[in-house]
């Protein structure tokens, strides 16, 4: 079992930056996969950027590549993503999430979730 507690939401303007977390419990954080994904109000969640165990490959989708980045600490059970550039079309719920196997874009390929941290960027 792999629990996800994510953090640094918040308001923010347009252009300015968030690092959102995502801590997580257990000794094998190595051996997951990471992803955030985002939910806006009345949308799909959508992938955002993934990460391999290791560290060694990421993956973005083409609108956050250049402005986004996932980075992890596996000593410390953590994922990151440093958003830049923000825009208000990026304001909602971010969701990291954890998968025992590759780096995938694929929301049904995770296996355990956070609970989300908000972020709202206002023009």
């Known amino acids: 079992q792999v629990q996800l507690v994510e953090s640094g939401g918040g308001l923010v303007q347009a252009g300015g930056s968030l690092r959102l977390s995502c801590a997580a419990s257990g000794r094998t954080f190595i051996s997951y996969a990471m992803g955030w994904f985002r939910q806006a109000p009345g949308k799909e969640r959508e992938f955002v950027a993934a990460i391999s165990g290791s560290g060694g490959s990421t993956y973005y989708t083409n609108s956050e590549k250049g402005r986004f980045t996932i980075a992890r600490d596996n000593a410390k059970n953590t994922v990151y993503l440093q958003m830049n550039s923000l825009k208000p079309e990026d304001t909602a719920t971010y969701y990291c999430?954890?998968?025992?196997?590759?780096?995938?874009?694929?929301?049904?390929?995770?296996?355990?979730w956070g609970q989300g941290t908000q972020v709202t960027v206002s023009s």
């Open positions: 999430a954890a998968n025992y196997g590759t780096v995938t874009p694929l929301a049904r390929q995770y296996d355990y």
